[in-house]
Structure formats: C-alpha cells, structure tokens
C-alpha cells in the first residue's frame, strides 16, 4: 500500500513497529494527499476518484458519486493488519456534497462472496454543511475466509454521493482473552424435549471461539446471506454455487441442521429475474425465471436441508382488509410480473420437485416479520389457509405450506400478548410453527443500562415462556446473530451474547424464563419519554417561524419494525385555543401510493388532553395524521377535521406542522399531557418503517396508555427547554477539539516520515 503508514503513539521515539500487523497503539492511516489510494468502489457503476473541492485535512478528499444501492460505497481491505481477538478502533471523516441530510454507515465485511458477513460499526446523520466522525471499535473474532474490508455506506438513500477523508484504523490492546462460557448450560440441551435451537451463520461463525460458542448452545442453523438468491449466480446468469458450499460443507461438517432462507424474495434477488432494462418480463418469462431458480437451488441442495423458506416476505404491514389478503400483498416486482398466484405457483413447484425426489420430509414455510401485529397475522393466515384449502382438494390430507415462520424482530415495547394471539392463530391452521429470526432490541443505542438489559431480558424470558407452553407445534427457535457486536441491529444490542461472547442477562432468562420472572416480578418497565412544550404562536403561513427554534427538540428516533428508514425530529408549542406540533423528517424519497394512509410518507400525531393514560380513546385522546403531500386523515376515533395543516419541502425530506385545537381542558403553564409522533416511511406502496417517539408497542392506534408524557411551559421557557442540548453541544466542541489535536499530531509524523522517504 504505497499511500498508508504505520506509526505508533511513541514513534517519533521508537520508530516503525516491523511487520504489517497492527501492534497495541499503532495506527493505518489512509489520507488522500497522494495520488494512489487503496480504497475501492463495492458497486459495478460507482466512482471513487480524489477531489480538491473540499478536504477535512490537507487538501484532497474521495469522492464517491454514481451509487445506486444503499451497500455502494468505498471500501478497503484490512485483513493483512488485523489478527483474531484483537480489537480496533476505526474512524472516517465523511460529509455529503448536495444539501440533502441522511445517515451514513461505517461497516466491516468479513469473508466474501455469499459466505460473508455485514456489521455496521457506526452510523451518523451526516450534511453538506460540516464533516462527520464515523467511528467505533470491533473485536474482529474471526477472519472468515481471508477476507476483510471496511466500507461506508449509506442507511436508506442509494443515490447520495458524498466524501471521505482520514481513515483510521488502530489497534486498541494486545490479543483479548475471549473465551467461551462453556459452564453455562446449553440451550439447545435445556430445549431439547421442545423445539430446536439456531443461528444465523456466515463463514465467520465456522471458526474459533464464534463456532465453539455456535456449537455449544445451537443444534440448526440458517444461512444469512448465502443461500440468497442473489449469491446462487455468476456475472453470466449461470447458477453458481461454489461460494455457498464453501459455508454448507463446514455446517455439514459439525452436524447441524440446516434451514433453506429463502427461495422467492423481493430483495437481494437478481433483478433479471423479473425484470430487464427496468421493463419487467412478461408473466410467462417471469415464472419460468422463477420455477427455474426454485427447482435448480432445491436439487443442489438435496436433502442437506431440513425446511425452505419458499416466499419471504410478501405481505403489506399492518393490512387494511386482512380477511382479503390478496390486495393485501406487497406490490414487488414478482407480484407485479406474474400476478398475485406466484406464491401458490412457487409452492407448487417447491413441492413438485421435492416429491420427485422422494424429499418428502422437508418443509417448506412462508415468512414473514411484524408477525405480532394482528392485522397482518390475519392476512397471512387467510393466505396460507385457503393455499392449503385448494391444495388439499386433490391431495387429502396433504399441507402445501408445512410452516409458517415468525421472524421475531420484536423491541422492547413488544407486547407478548399480541405474539401470543398471533401464535394461537396460527395453531389453527394444523402447521408447524418456526421463530425463524429471533432478536429484541433495546429502547437506546450504545452501551445497556442495567435497567434496559433487565427489561430485555424480562421480554426474552415472557416469550420463551410462551414458545415452551405452544411447544407442540413449534418446530424450533432460532436468534438472527451469534452476538450483539455481530448483529445486523447491533447498536440496539439485541442478542443473548455482549461483544465479548459473555452471556448477557437475556441469556439466563432464556435458560429459565419462569425462574427469571419470578425473581424479578415487579421489575418497572423502561421509563416513558417525557417532553416539554413552550408557551408561544407561531405564524402558519409562509416560511417557518422563528419561535419554533425556542421548542425543546423530541427525537422521533425509536422503530418499532425490523427495517429502518425515515426519521426526524418533533417540536411543539402551545397557547390557551391550540398545540402546535412541528415534524421535520428526514427521508430519501416520498412514496404516497399506498392505498392506506399509513402505507404512505406521513407523520403522525397523537395527544390525551387528559393524560389518564387509558387503555382506549376518551377524555380528549385523539390521532391525526398528514402525509407528505398534505393529504389529512385521522385514526379511528378521532374527526380528521378538527385540525389544519401543511407540509413544507425540504432538502432532507419535509416538514409537517400541525395546529390541533384544545377540545377537553383550558391549559395552564404546568399541565401534562399525554402526547406521542410517529413517522411512517414508505416504498412502492408499502409502509417500509416506522419511527416514533415513544411509543414502541405499535399500540398508539387504540391506547393512550403507551403515550410518553409532554410538559406544557411558560412564555420564554425555551432557553431552559434547551439547555441540555447546548451544555451537550459545548462538550462535544470539546472532545472534537482534542480528537482534532491528536488527529493534527498523527498527520505531522505522517509527513515527515513521507518526506524520509
């Protein structure tokens, strides 16, 4: 690498450290002074090329510009400078060159091909208008194939084009002590007579401590990637699977079980499947594509498996008519091609070519997330019920669809009543049941407070509970990730293991869901959110009033689905005839063609004047809703018309600002209301997120109950509102300040090594 160095803390002392692995406290630098680098673009179509327009030191940068996918984006290989068990810290300034604002991540790849695996080690909202610090630190505890890179990316907007300056990677300390719990009880032994026990697994599970951990509690695993249709090809189209057998051989190899994930999908497939130059293929060539991929992927992997995921996917959130639930499927590019039968086409031909060859002990599940939330477990009960239904009119007492897989995505405002109804609906249909992707985050990112880990835990304990008291027809339980540092949600910390592979308190709720209840019945719940509103009145008409920077900001940053997208932040302000609420969200697109209100880009506002916290509306709850073109709707059992609004557009997204009139109470400077914000994201007709501000339950809808709690101020309180964030802000000038000063130091070696040379 002819533009990166290695120093040490001490080096003007010292010198060099020989050899290429980072040793305790020495750093790799990558600047962009020169005219090589070692960063490369991960797209076919992207640019990574150096610019003088703008630099955070010195006076080049990397543009990177011509992304079309979220994963796009520049990468470099470390893998020669990293060991097992070592941890390192990783930094990136990075900033975007339009005026729009969205999230950037700094993540690792670990292995390559369908045997890797993606981690995000840092994400921040980034601008045009200053540089950001992408950092964090990860314990690399495998190295998978040989293979590892560090990348930025982007969260939800494919296109944006931004720079890159100053990468680092240091190492931290000399090789940790990870060693593996092997004490603790095995899970898959303590479940042994109920269901089985998984994991999602890359190549980077198959070795060390990761596959001594793997090994220890686990008895079936799933392919996180690998078997995807995306990696069964080659860049000719031609089925392909040698980087696959690489992870299914060494699976094989320990003896565990293997679930198929997935078959049909709209995401990670090839888009030439169902489409060509953005047209997409007629219905005939679309199922052949289709029924091809199927038959080919179930004949490689022959009898290796012992279930598929044939249809992942595939229905709306939170379904309008769930009885109907054709119109109720998501509008994907399979459904658009051949029609709302291509899911009762791909299990017929899954099931075709398992009869043929004698397979007839394999399973194949429909999958999905959001599984608790009713009105889709309804839609999809409908759905396999009446495939089975015309299924079994020619094959008595045959099932078309064996399983259904309830990926288990939860939080901490999960409500395990709604998983149970969900479990008990289920249990109708005569199939198994599978927890296919098990994880529970945590209400705040970074490190757990006791209090949140106990809360986690105490959820983990509820469902396993439930899981052992409906274990006759649950088929097995299996967590998407080994560890939190490994997790795709890991900021959230949401899995049984720290960053270290040491058992976290969900873990012994696992192992004893009733014990662990019992010790700790009356444990309090994570505390609500609770907000402030300043007296004041703002002008509605023309640009946005200056008042409104007096307004305490309330970060509408918690999701309650698996994906995340658009997010932002609220703002309110109240005299004695009205509250104001103010939403500024930031979003990569606006999509208003779902046919419900909450399928389109919308904020949500929801108050209890009363603030009784009741289970249903009354005593002045009401619900309203605006979406991104200003279209007004409202919740069941409030009237649309009894608020006004407007949507403003801008680089990051929109705003919303909302005029709700008091209709139970005469407001005084001390009052509490019972107040919430949501912000829905949505993509080609579907809800994709949904992000609020207290609320995690997804219960808002009926019951103000799970509202947080807004304060109402006096006239000229707002300085007081921001305080916080402001002493905040000074420290952060601070910290950047001495961060800056080390990062000045590094540079100055650096040069004058170079000027050495």
């Known amino acids: 690498m002819n533009t990166i160095k290695l120093c040490m803390v001490m080096l003007l002392l010292i010198g060099l450290p020989g050899g290429d692995v ?91 091909g369908g045997s890797a695996s993606y981690q995000t080690i840092d994400t921040q909202t980034v601008s045009s208008d200053e540089w950001v610090e992408l950092s964090g630190s990860y314990r690399y505890d495998s190295l998978g194939d040989g293979y590892v890179s560090v990348y930025v990316e982007s969260d939800t907007h494919a296109s944006v084009a931004f720079l890159i300056d100053h990468f680092e990677l240091s190492g931290e300390g000399d090789e940790a002590v990870v060693e593996v719990e092997t004490n603790l009880k095995p899970l898959k032994q303590i479940y042994e007579e109920y269901f089985l026990i998984g994991n999602a697994v890359s190549l980077n599970e198959m070795d060390g401590q ?46 565990l079980a293997l679930h198929g994930h997935v078959l049909v999908w709209h995401q990670q497939s090839p888009e030439w499947l169902h489409s060509e130059g953005g047209e997409l293929l007629s219905r005939e060539d679309a199922l052949e594509n289709m029924y091809s991929h199927i038959e080919e992927t179930i004949l490689h992997y022959g009898d290796s498996v012992i279930s598929w995921e044939v249809v992942n996917e595939a229905m709306n959130d939170n379904p309008g008519d769930p009885e109907n639930w054709r119109s109720m499927l998501r509008r994907s590019e399979w459904f658009n091609a051949v029609g709302d039968d291509y899911l009762e086409l791909a299990y017929l031909k899954a099931r075709e070519v398992l009869d043929e060859n004698g ?21 999809i009960f409908h759905m396999i019920k009446e495939i089975n239904e015309d299924y079994s009119r020619d094959n008595p007492d045959e099932l078309l669809i064996d399983g259904v897989g309830m990926q288990g995505h939860y939080n901490s405002g999960t409500s395990v009543n709604n998983v149970r109804m969900s479990i008990e609906r289920f249990r109708e249909l005569g199939i198994e049941i599978g927890v296919t992707e098990l994880d529970i985050t945590t209400a705040s990112t970074g490190e757990l407070s006791e209090d949140e880990e106990v809360a986690q835990a105490l959820l983990y304990a509820e469902l396993f509970s439930l899981y052992k008291e409906h274990s006759d027809i649950i088929s097995r339980v299996t967590f998407w990730g080994l560890n939190d540092s490994t997790s795709w949600r890991g900021e959230r910390n949401p899995l049984l293991f720290d960053g270290d592979l040491r058992a976290k308190e969900s873990y012994f709720a696992v192992a004893d869901p009733e014990g662990y209840l019992a010790r700790h019945s009356g444990q309090e719940e994570v505390e609500k959110r609770s907000g402030r509103a300043v007296y004041g009145t703002p002008e509605t008409t023309g640009e946005l009033d200056e008042i409104w920077q007096q307004a305490e900001s309330l970060p509408i940053d918690r999701y309650q689905l698996a994906w995340q997208g658009a997010d932002g932040v609220g703002r309110v302000l109240w005299d004695e005839e009205n509250l104001y609420v103010l939403v500024e969200v930031t979003t990569p697109s606006i999509d208003v063609t779902g046919e419900e209100p909450w399928e389109q880009d919308s904020v949500e506002v929801f108050i209890e004047e009363s603030n009784q916290q009741a289970e249903s509306y009354s005593g002045g709850a009401r619900h309203y809703r605006v979406n991104a073109e200003g279209l007004e709707t409202s919740g069941e059992w409030t009237e649309y018309n009894s608020f006004s609004s407007r949507i403003i557009v801008t680089d990051e997204g929109y705003s919303a600002e909302l005029v709700v009139p008091w209709e139970e109470i005469t407001p005084v400077v001390g009052d509490k209301v019972g107040f919430d914000l949501l912000i829905n994201g949505a993509q080609a007709g579907s809800r994709e997120s949904v992000s609020v501000w207290n609320d995690l339950s997804g219960q808002a809808y009926q019951e103000p109950a799970v509202f947080g709690e807004l304060e109402l101020l006096g006239e000229g309180a707002g300085d007081s509102a921001n305080t916080g964030s402001e002493r905040a802000g000074i420290n952060n000038v601070a910290l950047l300040s001495i961060g800056s000063f080390s990062l000045v130091v590094i540079s100055v070696i650096l040069y004058k090594l170079k000027n050495k040379e």
């Open 359 to 379: 397979w007839t002990d394999i399973k194949l599940y429909y999958n999905d997330y959001n599984d608790d939330n009713q009105n889709k477990a309804t839609a």
């Open 210 to 255: 990761r596959l001594e951990l793997l090994n220890h509690h686990h008895n079936l695993v799933t392919a996180e990637n690998a078997m995807k249709p995306e990696y069964s090809y080659n860049a000719l189209r031609e089925f392909d699977f040698e980087s696959q057998m690489r992870l299914i051989e060494r699976v094989e190899e320990e003896g």
């Open 22 to 112: 980072l040793a305790s406290g020495s750093v790799l630098f990558e600047g962009f002074e020169e005219d090589s680098h070692d960063f490369k673009p991960r797209g076919d179509d992207e640019l990574v090329e150096r610019t003088s327009d703008d630099a955070y030191s010195g006076s080049y940068s990397l543009e990177v510009s011509g992304r079309s996918e979220n994963w796009n984006g520049p990468a470099i290989r470390i893998d020669e400078y990293i060991e097992v068990s070592n941890e390192y810290s990783i930094s990136v300034w990075v900033k975007l060159l339009d005026s729009s604002r969205t999230d950037l991540k700094l993540s690792t790849q670990i292995g390559d």
